[in-house]
């Protein structure tokens, strides 16, 4: 168990939706990251915060924003989803300490239909 | 453009041999290397780590090798077991493009028994 907790694990939705994906870092952790998975492909960085400030953009598309809350959860908010929307989401976390190593979540995995 | 590449999709190794993973980057920005393993339904676990000012970092079984003027690493396995079954990304980060990684697409690694 990495201590990064990730929900839903499954979300399945129509396209043209709304959806947020849920994300608690590691205890003591300030940094978030989310990624993306498309089938058979590599991780995809997509964004990061720091102590709730948007630190990094990777390829996010503009239909997809995400914010890390007081308590340092975050959250990805995919809105007028598509077909190639449909991949695994990952949140990571890091520490101040130890900021070269991410510590990632199970996954959530988003089918749009 | 892929900047971090794992050009073999998938090994198999018979248990108590050696598992030999590959990773090629292009960006000699980058300064630090992570090997990550990853389950099914499960999420990326932290492997080894490597910084670009040393040529070799050991953790039990696992050893990463990097040649900086090939751009390239390696991750040994010795001796494979069959729980090292898995997916093993390749991700490489630069200081100056703060803590996000580029991963690789992944290699499947099968150990027989």
């Known amino acids: 168990d990495s201590g990064v907790t990730q929900t839903p694990k499954h979300l399945i939705t129509a396209t043209g939706q709304r959806v947020t994906l849920r994300c608690s870092p590691r205890?003591?952790?300030?940094?978030v990251y989310w990624y993306q998975q498309s089938l058979d492909q590599g991780l995809q960085f997509l964004i990061q915060?720091?102590?709730?400030?948007?630190?990094a953009k990777g390829n996010i598309l503009e239909r997809f924003s995400a914010q890390q809350f007081p308590d340092l959860h975050s959250e990805l908010n995919l809105s007028s989803l598509e077909l190639g929307d449909s991949a695994l989401y990952f949140c990571?976390?890091?520490?101040?300490?130890?900021?070269?190593?991410?510590?990632f979540g199970a996954g959530t995995r988003l089918s749009v239909l | 453009d892929q900047q971090v590449k794992q050009n073999s999709p998938s090994l198999s190794v018979q248990e108590g041999r050696i598992s030999i993973l590959n990773c090629d980057y292009t960006?000699?920005?980058?300064?630090?290397f992570l090997w990550y393993k990853k389950y099914p339904a499960e999420g990326p676990t932290f492997l080894i780590s490597?910084?670009?000012?040393?040529d070799k970092n050991e953790d039990g079984r696992f050893t990463v090798f990097l040649n900086k003027s090939a751009k390239h690493l390696s991750l040994h396995i010795v001796p494979s077991q069959p729980g090292d079954s898995a997916v093993y990304f390749c991700?490489?980060?630069?200081?100056?493009?703060?803590?996000?990684?580029?991963f690789g697409p992944g290699t499947r690694l099968s150990v027989l028994p």
């Open positions: 960006n000699s920005m980058f300064d630090y």
């Open positions: 915060y720091y102590n709730g400030e948007e630190r």
């Open positions: 490597i910084s670009s000012i040393k």
């Open positions: 991700a490489a980060s630069a200081e100056n493009y703060g803590q996000n990684f580029v």
């Open positions: 205890s003591g952790d300030l940094s």
């Open positions: 990571a976390s890091s520490s101040p300490i130890a900021k070269n190593i991410q510590y």
